[in-house]
């Protein structure tokens, strides 16, 4: 069975950090791209970052490049995102998901497992 689990989640000043962690099981790591994900009440799910877990090559929104950084470790099956200089309009729920294959995506259609989330808030 597959399983994502996001944690590192929070509440943090505008121009903070903070590092979302993506623990993944049941798949083989290295054979699937982690995106992340985010969805701010009222508004639709937008893909922040994903990187494909064989060579490592990476994605981002234009509205985080710069600021937010995807990391993998393929030995503890863990994707990470980094994210720097934090803005107000950061704040949503974060989700972590998986999708087969080595090309890194932000078409959330193509992912077919999500974790449950993780709550990132930035106050001004």
């Given amino acids: ?48 970052s994903c990187i494909e877990n064989t060579g490592g090559r990476t994605v981002y929104a234009d509205s985080v490049k710069g600021r937010f950084t995807i990391s993998s470790d393929n030995a503890r099956n863990t994707v990470y995102l980094q994210m720097n200089n934090l803005k107000p309009e950061d704040t949503a729920v974060y989700y972590c998901a998986a999708s087969p294959g080595t090309t890194p995506t932000l078409y959330s259609i193509l992912f077919g497992s999500w974790g449950q989330g993780t709550q990132v808030t930035v106050s001004s």
Avoid: D, M, N
């Fill in 1 to 48: 069975e597959v399983q994502l689990v996001e944690s590192g989640g929070g509440l943090v000043q505008a121009g903070g950090s903070l590092r979302l962690s993506c623990g993944a099981s049941g798949f083989t790591f290295e054979h699937y791209s982690i995106g992340w994900f985010r969805q701010a009440p009222g508004k639709e799910r937008e893909g922040v």
